[in-house]
């Protein structure tokens, strides 16, 4: 019986010591309840699109990624991987590869992994950096090649709306269900030139297989996909990043814009060399309608008889 009541006592005296020892170090709970320091100076988005950003936990910044060759998946980047040779030149920024960036559009930009829509830009990429001199781009169009030639001894705004406006002449605007018989592919240079034609995205693919032979950086260029809230359909456009703001290449008018000039242009995504961003919009401003998802989104509704159309409903 002396045993059986000795036990409660030395549990009570186990308690009091491990209680004791508790008040001697602060508790994790306590230090982890510190305010950490910021992480990134760009506040993050509320919303994605027409997605909600709210979450019960703390919000943490993804990850920069880079997109890998298709059959490997996407995998994380230690350093960026430059693929193309081109210098950036002074007054042509390099677009920054932060997990948070401020996106074009005046949009927050996510770098994103495993982002299902990235899959059709990787081997477009490729075959962008391929489009070199004496490549089967220049024998779909000699057109294209002394494009490429005139715009080389240009000024970098000269060059930007020489480029612009010769695409825009070079190929005539065609969905892509009447040129290859599906709702979105994303052609490669040498296509958009064998068919002469191309929706909207292939008109910024074009331009920028031009753009990055006439000498600006791959790293300084992004095709975007948004949705233009006014005409009310999605679209893409080439922007290329500078000190003094975005300049945008559009295939729905020949003058190169800055990107704060269109402020109707909501972004949804963006890719750059071999990264993809999502746009996030900042508190108060627009944010696209897509209701069904990115798996919706088919950037090429929009043409310049389209365009001219809608202005006139308006």
Known sequence: M?????????????LLAVGLAGFATPSSASANSAPEPALQKVVAPVSLGGVSLARPQPWQPAVAYRIADISAGYAPAAEVEALSAAKVEPGIDPIHTAAIIPGVFGSVALSMRNFPVAARWAPVYKAIVDCTAGSPC?????????????????????????????????????KDSVVYGKLDYWAKPSEILEHRAGDCEDFAILKMAALLRAGIPAQSMSLVVLQDRRRKFFHAVLSV??????????????????????????????????????????????????????????????????????????
């Open 241 to 314: 990043s500078t000190a003094s703001g975005a300049f945008i290449l559009d295939s729905l008018g020949n003058a190169v814009l800055r990107d704060s000039d269109l402020p109707d242009y909501v972004p949804l995504y963006s890719f750059s060399t071999d990264r993809a961003w999502i746009h996030g919009s900042k508190s108060g401003a627009q944010i696209a309608d897509i209701a069904g998802g990115f798996a919706t989104v088919a950037p090429g509704e929009g043409s310049p008889e389209s365009s001219a159309a809608s202005d006139l409903r308006q």
């Open 2 to 14: 002396k045993i059986q009541k000795a036990a409660p006592t030395g549990i009570k005296v186990l």
């Open 138 to 174: 220049d024998h779909e169009s000699p057109a294209f090649s002394e494009i490429i030639d005139i715009a080389a001894g240009k000024g970098f705004r000269d060059k930007l709306s020489f480029v612009n406006s010769s695409i825009n002449r070079l190929i005539a605007y065609r």
